[in-house]
């Protein structure tokens, strides 16, 4: 059995059902699964929720995973495996206290390289700590490779592995638009946070433009989002648009989430791998994603684009009325993403750390 620690923010209520946690919480258990493993992980602290306030990001991403080191320090551990490199800053002291055990960064996305404001610049130098002091580079898409190659100097290889997609249970439900989609009501669900890049305010522009439309829209909710925007989507409800929202999903209730909606709507303006477009794939739910977008180029060529100002809207609905009546290429094209996903699983992941072990 190999040991491995992962520096990580703990999963729990609160986060799991969000990228990089979802990503890690799974990664876990098919490693477990394997039965080659040992998993050791940052476990929560001091009953404080990660992310809810600085006070908790200082505590989860500098002194927690100190703690789990010092804890674990009589262990031999085959790998350290940071699943963010915003948690290195004390990476070279964390290595001496597990005695020096091969290094794995995870980057899942480089964000932070279209900002240039005093955070996000801070951000950059802990991702140059963790790539200096790593052993191995693992990124999610050719995009973020060329990205870490061209902005900062390593001669480590970087392996490109992009995460895997799993619901739970990996049920698959019917293709629900022709139960569902009636009387010009649409299901639209968006599941993420309301961080600037992710474009939450476009939803309520789509919603306030659809007024001229003799059409009924439901929206759906999910994630850690701001009461502000709560409270704007309260303003705009009518006979026309009703919302509702489920808070934060863990990932047991992702699938109910996910088969609730007929469209998955995702206005981010950036991102390094955007699991959520791969969920809805997965679940047979067209994604509307932004033309503009910043988004891996295989997803978002399988992704319906809309023009970020709506002057394409009129082809978007023409494709909804196209699946609401069961149109056989609208149907065989969200068939052919849901084939897509099944390349997207979590052994190669496994594979990756079993064969460098291997080897070394």
């Given at each position: 059995?190999?040991?491995?620690?992962?520096?990580?923010?703990?999963?729990?209520?609160?986060?799991?059902?969000?990228?990089?946690?979802?990503?890690?919480?799974?990664?876990?258990?098919?490693?477990?699964?394997?039965?080659?493993?040992?998993?050791?992980?940052?476990?929560?602290?001091?009953?404080?929720?990660?992310?809810?306030?600085?006070?908790?990001?200082?505590?989860?991403?500098?002194?927690?995973?100190?703690?789990?080191?010092?804890?674990?320090?009589k262990?031999k551990?085959?790998?350290?495996?940071?699943?963010?490199?915003?948690?290195?800053?004390?990476?070279?002291?964390?290595?001496?206290?597990?005695?020096?055990?091969?290094?794995?960064?995870?980057?899942?996305?480089?964000?932070?390289?279209?900002y240039?404001?005093?955070?996000?610049?801070?951000?950059?130098?802990?991702?140059?700590?963790?790539?200096?002091?790593?052993?191995?580079?693992?990124?999610?898409?050719?995009?973020?490779?060329?990205?870490?190659?061209?902005n900062?100097?390593?001669?480590?290889?970087?392996?490109?592995?992009?995460?895997?997609?799993?619901?739970?249970?990996?049920?698959?439900?019917?293709?629900?638009?022709?139960?569902?989609?009636y009387?010009?009501?649409?299901?639209?669900?968006?599941?993420?946070?309301?961080?600037?890049?992710?474009?939450?305010?476009?939803?309520?522009?789509?919603?306030?433009?659809?007024?001229?439309?003799?059409i009924?829209?439901?929206?759906f909710?999910?994630?850690?989002?701001?009461?502000?925007?709560?409270?704007?989507?309260?303003?705009?409800?009518?006979?026309?648009?009703?919302?509702?929202?489920?808070?934060?999903?863990?990932?047991?209730?992702?699938?109910?989430?996910?088969?609730?909606?007929?469209?998955?709507?995702?206005?981010?303006?950036?991102?390094?791998?955007?699991?959520?477009?791969?969920?809805?794939?997965?679940?047979?739910?067209?994604?509307?994603?932004?033309?503009?977008?910043?988004?891996?180029?295989?997803?978002?060529?399988?992704?319906?684009?809309?023009?970020?100002?709506?002057?394409?809207?009129?082809?978007?609905?023409?494709?909804?009325?196209?699946?609401?009546?069961?149109?056989?290429?609208?149907?065989?094209?969200?068939?052919?993403?849901?084939?897509?996903?099944?390349?997207?699983?979590?052994?190669?992941?496994?594979?990756?750390?079993?064969?460098?072990?291997?080897?070394?």
């Open positions: 059995m190999y040991n491995i620690q992962f520096i990580n923010r703990p999963n729990d209520e609160y986060n799991l059902g969000t990228g990089v946690s979802s990503s890690f919480f799974w990664l876990k258990l098919s490693l477990k699964k394997s039965n080659k493993f040992n998993i050791f992980e940052c476990k929560k602290i001091f009953n404080i929720t990660p992310f809810k306030t600085i006070k908790s990001i200082l505590i989860y991403d500098y002194i927690n995973p100190l703690i789990s080191a010092f804890r674990n320090r262990v551990f085959d790998y350290l495996v940071f699943i963010d490199p915003a948690q290195t800053f004390f990476i070279c002291i964390i290595k001496k206290i597990l005695n020096k055990p091969k290094t794995i960064v995870i980057i899942h996305d480089l964000f932070f390289l279209e240039n404001d005093l955070y996000h610049r801070y951000i950059k130098i802990l991702y140059k700590i963790s790539i200096k002091f790593s052993d191995y580079i693992i990124t999610t898409t050719e995009e973020n490779k060329k990205l870490i190659e061209s900062f100097s390593t001669d480590l290889k970087i392996t490109i592995l992009p995460f895997g997609v799993t619901i739970e249970n990996n049920k698959i439900f019917k293709n629900i638009f022709k139960d569902n989609l009387n010009n009501t649409i299901k639209i669900g968006y599941l993420g946070a309301s961080t600037k890049r992710k474009r939450i305010e476009k939803i309520i522009d789509l919603i306030i433009f659809l007024k001229n439309y003799n009924n829209l439901l929206l909710l999910a994630g850690p989002i701001q009461n502000m925007y709560i409270n704007k989507f309260k303003i705009l409800k009518s006979n026309k648009f009703n919302f509702f929202y489920y808070g934060v999903i863990n990932e047991k209730k992702k699938l109910d989430f996910y088969n609730t909606i007929d469209l998955f709507f995702f206005p981010t303006k950036l991102e390094g791998y955007g699991l959520p477009i791969l969920e809805s794939f997965y679940l047979k739910k067209p994604c509307i994603v932004f033309k503009d977008a910043i988004i891996p180029k295989i997803f978002k060529q399988r992704c319906w684009l809309l023009d970020n100002q709506f002057k394409n809207i009129d082809n978007v609905l023409k494709k909804i009325k196209k699946l609401k009546n069961n149109n056989i290429n609208t149907i065989n094209e969200i068939n052919d993403n849901y084939e897509y996903t099944k390349k997207f699983n979590w052994e190669n992941y496994v594979n990756f750390f079993v064969n460098k072990l291997n080897n070394k």
